[in-house]
């Protein structure tokens, strides 16, 4: 998927503490999160998507777009 619209981060590894833009980084989203303790959910921000090695960020459908 890739980051469609402006989101700023501040726990980018390289970037701690400081407003870091997304936009446009791609990235795979790695769990889709619908349950918690077996009962569904609806979370705002149901993708966890993998950009780094150690970096993760949680978005919401208005914020990615598929690519392929």
Do not use: C, Q
Request: glycine residues 8%; hydrophobic residues 35%.
């Amino acid at each position: 998927v890739r980051v469609k619209s402006p989101l700023t981060v501040y726990h980018h590894p390289e970037h701690k503490g400081e407003g870091f833009n997304m936009e446009g980084w791609e990235g795979e989203i790695v769990a889709i999160h619908t349950t918690w303790k077996d009962r569904p959910i609806s979370p705002n921000y149901p993708y966890e998507v993998r950009f780094m090695p150690k970096f993760v960020v949680h978005v919401g459908d208005h914020e990615v777009e598929v690519i392929a």
